[in-house]
């Protein structure tokens, strides 16, 4: 089993940035494909971006692609999501997840796959 941890949320206003950090423990960081999710009032859980083991892979949604950047550090058993040009429809709540993977290949982005969740952390950008 793996705990995970958020931080790095706040205000920020538009077209500002912020950088969110997923502290794990519990197994080795290289064991899982990572990945960031999102989730504002009255919507369904989204995709954000996805790193698979050893971060030889990536994946980003396509509202995101140029903008976010997901990147691992096992050594240090954490995850972050650099967030650039931030826009109010980017507020929401952002989850970090983890699932057990095979080979370093191994990347979801669909919620259901995942099998370990961080409790969030707020991302608000104001107009």
């Known amino acids: 089993q793996v705990q995970l941890v958020e931080s790095g949320g706040g205000l920020v206003q538009a077209g500002g940035s912020l950088r969110l950090s997923c502290v794990t423990s519990?197994?080795?960081?290289?064991?899982?494909?990572m990945s960031w999710f999102r989730q504002a009032p009255g919507k369904e859980r989204e995709f954000v971006a996805a790193?698979?083991?050893?971060?030889?892979?990536?994946n980003y949604a396509d509202f995101v692609r140029g903008r976010f950047t997901i990147l691992r550090d096992n050594a240090k058993s954490t995850v972050y999501l650099q967030m650039n040009s931030l826009k109010p429809e980017d507020t929401a709540v952002f989850y970090c997840?983890?699932?057990?993977?095979?080979?370093?290949?191994?990347?979801?982005?669909?919620?259901?796959?995942?099998?370990?969740w961080g409790q969030g952390t707020q991302v608000t950008v104001s107009s």
């Open positions: 997840a983890a699932k057990l993977a095979a080979h370093d290949y191994y990347l979801k982005d669909d919620p259901k796959d995942y099998t370990y």
């Open positions: 519990g197994r080795t960081l290289s064991m899982y494909a």
């Open positions: 790193v698979s083991r050893n971060g030889v892979r990536t």
